[in-house]
């Protein structure tokens, strides 16, 4: 291919291979096939970040896949997300240029015995987001022109964009099933309370029937009774199943938990961070543990994003009434009144201590930056869940 106008056409091919639906794996992996055909390459395994940005997953169809290998099914993420492997203007980058770089030394060396001194890493980006790459592979040397670097870029862009759409998608899907999971449970509550009042009614009244000595009665109340046994069990049942996924959430230590993601956070990026907190933290009920891991790390993730910052303070402060979580960044900070609206992690932030009967602020940090504070009460009903320490008898 020899001419702006064929590659241009093939960009065409690219976008229209895909389908703009969170379910369009298929359709991104045919479109991958498209870019490896018109730049000749041998194999193009596609890896893309997953949503705690620590691992870059292998998107690819069954034939690549079986080349690779289980062993890279995934990678860890900051092994290879550093330069000059992605770089601020998102441009291929070929490592014949680099052979002689540290970068290059420093990949595993099983990785690069299949990527070859000739591959390509072609990123894909959008909203000034890094979201993966394609990894083109070539039989011998290869040497990337202006031109392929031009088409590789825009090729980037486009499959950066169904990325980007797929996840916005599907966070939306997250923040609806969110409300709908407050909703039902408000009239779980609701139904329970009920429930409960209606029981000791009956047993008010089997115990009239008791004092008169109706025994037909006392029959119907005994199945009444019973009855309303079950309804209530089925309805504990289902608020225990909501604590169970909670529990889910956190394995071990809530405490322990809490300083990897910021530590996993700081080796992949590079971003110093800081990490205190009140001895008491460990005794956080579930309920609560469970959303404020959650909040952690979807503000870690806006820090990466949005704040071009160099370093984290996380903060988790805790009384016998309140639990507080601090995430302080020195970034370029933002305005709430203007984005609050529109960015859609806040959103679901803002929902995760709304189910809490918390609250969660933004406001400029001491010395610049933003400072996140997310504030919950400590419930009669959190009590009832299970520990923040799993490991606890």
């Known amino acids: 291919m020899s001419n702006g106008r064929s590659y241009l056409s093939e960009l065409v091919r690219i976008n229209d291979a895909l389908s703009w639906s969170p379910e369009g794996a298929a359709s991104f992996v045919d479109a991958v ?32 896949r079986a080349l690779l290998g289980e062993s890279f099914a995934s990678m860890p993420a900051h092994e290879h997300i550093r330069e000059p492997w992605v770089n601020p203007e998102e441009w291929p980058v070929s490592a014949a240029d680099h052979l002689h770089d540290e970068a290059w030394a420093l990949l595993p060396d ?21 979201l993966g790459a394609v990894l083109l592979c070539f039989d011998g040397p290869f040497t ?16 950066g964009n169904a990325v980007c759409r797929w996840q916005f998608t599907g966070r939306e899907r997250e923040l609806g099933a ?20 209606a029981l000791g009614l009956h047993v008010g009244l089997t115990k009239l029937d008791v004092t008169e000595r109706d025994l037909a009665r006392l029959g119907d109340d005994v199945g009444n009774l019973d009855a309303m046994v079950e309804t209530l069990k089925r309805t504990l049942r289902h608020q225990m199943l909501g604590l169970r996924a909670d529990a889910e959430i956190l394995e071990g230590v809530f405490l322990d938990q809490m300083r990897n993601l910021v530590d996993r956070f700081a080796q992949q990026f590079a971003i110093t961070t800081s990490f205190e907190a009140d001895e008491c933290a460990d005794c956080i009920p579930h309920t609560i543990a469970a959303q404020l ?14 704040s071009r910052a160099s370093h984290v303070a996380v903060r988790l402060r805790c009384s016998q009434t309140r639990i507080r979580l601090e995430v302080q960044d020195n970034g370029t900070g933002f305005d709430p009144a203007r984005i609050l609206d529109s960015r859609l992690g806040i959103k679901i932030m803002t929902e995760r201590m709304h189910q809490l009967d918390g609250s969660i602020h933004f406001s400029p940090g001491p010395g610049g930056g933003t400072l996140l504070v997310a504030e919950a009460p400590v419930r009669a009903i959190d009590h009832a869940g299970i520990p923040a320490e799993l490991g606890a008898s």
Not at 36 to 58: C, F, K, Q, T
Not at 178 to 197: F, K, M, T
Request: glycine share 4%.
């Open 178 to 197: 969110l409300e709908e999971r407050r909703r039902l449970s408000d009239e779980l509550h609701a139904d329970l309370s009920q429930q409960v009042a």
């Open 33 to 64: 096939a498209i870019l490896r055909d018109v730049m000749g390459a041998r194999i193009a395994p596609a890896y893309l970040l997953n949503a705690s940005e620590d691992l870059l997953v292998l998107v690819s169809d069954d034939e690549q």
């Open 144 to 159: 990337l022109t202006d031109e392929q670097r031009d088409f590789l870029a825009a090729a980037g862009r486009i499959l």
């Open 293 to 306: 891991a959650r909040v952690l790390r979807e503000a870690l993730a806006n820090v990466q994003q949005h």
């Open 110 to 130: 099983d990785f690069k015995e299949w990527f070859g001194e000739s591959g390509v890493v072609a990123s894909l980006h959008a909203d000034d987001r890094h």
